[in-house]
């Protein structure tokens, strides 16, 4: 069948992963993602996969109990490879040609990123899970999907994490908050809508990327936007928007 989009990348929220363990990671909600994810290459959209780290570590953690914030996001940075060598492993077990590409080289557990590579494995029909985030402190895993989902030339960016969509402040904290069908970057930004972070949100808009918001614990809910349907919110510019 015929998607909308063609390459896409997918963040994954990292806490996501733990299910309802609290910390670290339920191989039960990995195989899941990587379920969703078969799917969409059975669709055949082409997939790049960010994993976050929360589920293990955050290095703001690190600097709020006074310690070196630098240090706690090289410790955030492994915790997504951690993470990423998880879903690569539920990725090939149900049959899915997977390859991991870390932003911080460490050629013992998987590749290094580079963008011509990246772009060989995904015409190959590979999903490639992007670890180590930006390589950089003082970003996080949003940034680096947005990033990744530029230099990869993807039509999409899928944000699967907690809530299903973007509302009108964080539903979590405010029952009456509503949920947008669609909805600028510009928006998002100027109303402070903080289900993504703003430097994620600017380079997405400045590469005309729309960001489907949606629920990472929705079985079969990646597929089902996919397809046309679903339950997310598009975040794009009205130049973007598909005029039906
Ligand atoms: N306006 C909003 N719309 C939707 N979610 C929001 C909004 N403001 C804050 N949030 C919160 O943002 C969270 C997602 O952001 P983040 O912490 O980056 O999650 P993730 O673990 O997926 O990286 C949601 O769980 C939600 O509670
Ligand atoms: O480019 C990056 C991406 C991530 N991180 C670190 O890795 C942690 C885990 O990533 P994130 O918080 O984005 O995970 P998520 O919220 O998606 O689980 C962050 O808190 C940062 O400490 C970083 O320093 N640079």
Not at 30 to 59: K, Q, T, W
Not at 63 to 87: C, E, F, P, Q, W
Not at 123 to 131: M, T
Request: proline content about 2%; some cysteine.
């Amino acid at each position: 069948m015929t998607t909308r989009y063609r390459r896409v990348v997918l963040k994954a929220s990292g806490e996501a992963l733990m299910g309802s363990q609290g910390f670290g990671i339920d191989v039960s909600v990995v195989d899941r993602i990587a379920r969703d994810i078969a799917e969409a290459r059975s669709l055949g959209v082409e997939v790049g996969v960010v994993i976050g780290g929360g589920n293990i570590f955050r290095g703001v953690a690190v600097a709020s109990k006074g310690g070196d914030r630098v240090t706690g996001d090289h410790m955030g940075m492994l915790a997504t490879v951690i993470n990423s060598l998880a879903l690569r492993t539920s990725l090939v077990k149900i049959g899915v040609e997977a390859v991991v590409l870390s932003a911080i080289a460490m050629p013992e557990l998987c590749e290094s990123f580079s963008q011509r590579q990246a772009t060989t494995y995904m015409n190959q029909g590979k999903v490639v899970i992007f670890a180590g985030g930006t390589g950089n402190p003082f970003f996080t895993t949003d940034s680096a999907a947005a990033l990744r989902a530029a230099e990869i030339g993807a039509d999409a960016l899928f944000k699967g994490t907690q809530v299903d969509g973007v509302y009108s402040a964080d539903p979590k904290k405010d029952p009456a908050a509503t949920r947008y069908e669609r909805i600028s970057h510009q928006q998002v930004m100027a109303d402070g809508l903080a289900v993504m972070d703003t430097a994620a949100i600017a380079l997405a808009r400045e590469n005309h990327i729309p960001i489907i918001v949606f629920s990472i614990h929705e079985e079969g809910g990646f597929g089902a936007i996919l397809k046309g349907g679903g339950h997310c919110t598009v975040v794009e510019d009205a130049a973007q928007a598909d005029p039906h």
